[in-house]
């Protein structure tokens, strides 16, 4: 790891020496690491590049063991195993106005995307939303790519209180045509956003974030229903048109191991030592 930043609580961004990587990664892809011999195989999107530096940007938030033992991480440790780029990329041309939503964490997922849309020549209106102001990441960043940036929170903390479907809406009843919508996010919340487009049939990609192990089409975990079609996020995705999504089964497929995740982590945290953890050498994090 080459630079280490915290975004917002418990939110982290990592810059890491994955030269290969960083030259062939395109908006949309995703790549899948292991911290230790033991470690649970992570999918990650990819936040950024830099090709010329062979720098490849992932941004993390630590929700469970794996995640916390990443974040635990230094400048200067190694990760055990990283593979990418994963994935179908993001399909880019000039729409005309595209309006980019990222949720929380997702908002440094959508970034590629959006950035990319914007060097196509599309009117890009982004819209990232955070349960609080303190948790507001990548607004800049985000502007700088954007024609028009709403940046909206749930309790109303920055001033815009609402969900990022409400702020949607807004643009839609504004009367401006739509012609495309990418979110990024919670699954709740990008099944929010495609119901609250498919009455205007404004065509809308969602990115989805299955349990998911091989990621190369092998095992099936991370199969999602499509239109009625089973498909696998990996190498089918992990994009996909969010008016056709099952976002009820992916939901319910993602709660699968949540009493095994739980123990896990209570596990972690109690064996964690005092005064914190090693940061992944010498295996007492392990």
Request: proline share 5%; aromatic share 4%.
């Amino acid at each position: 790891m080459l630079k280490k930043q915290v975004l917002s609580p418990g939110i982290k961004r990592f810059e890491l020496d994955a030269a290969e990587i960083a030259r062939k990664a395109l908006p949309g892809q995703f790549v899948v690491l292991r911290v230790n011999e033991e470690g649970e195989r992570i999918p990650l999107t990819v936040a950024d590049t830099m090709p010329d530096k062979g720098i490849l940007v992932i941004v993390f938030q630590e929700a469970g063991k794996s995640t916390k033992l990443l974040g635990s991480l230094n400048e200067g440790d190694s990760i055990l195993d990283l593979i990418g780029p994963l994935g179908r990329h993001s399909h880019i041309e000039k729409f005309g106005t595209v309006v980019c939503i990222g949720g929380g964490v997702g908002t440094p997922e959508i970034f590629p995307v959006a950035r990319a849309l914007k060097q196509s020549d599309n009117k890009v209106i982004s819209i990232i939303g955070f349960r609080s102001q303190d948790l507001i990441l990548m607004a800049d960043e985000m502007k700088s790519v954007s024609d028009e940036l709403i940046v909206a929170t749930d309790d109303g903390s920055n001033g815009n209180k609402g969900f990022v479907t409400d702020m949607l809406k807004k643009v839609i009843d504004r009367g401006e045509k739509i012609d495309h919508v990418f979110a990024v996010g919670p699954v709740i919340m990008m099944k929010m956003v495609s119901k609250t487009s498919e009455p205007y049939k404004i065509p809308t990609v969602v990115s989805l974030n299955p349990i998911m192990l091989d990621a190369t089409g092998m095992c099936g975990v991370c199969r999602v229903d499509v239109g009625g079609e089973s498909k696998l996020a990996c190498v089918d995705g992990p994009e996909f048109d969010g008016h056709k999504v099952d976002f009820d089964g992916l939901m319910a497929r993602l709660r699968t191991y949540l009493p095994e995740e739980k123990l896990s982590l209570e596990q972690y945290e109690a064996a964690k030592p005092k005064g914190g953890c090693c940061g992944g050498k010498g295996g007492c994090c392990a």
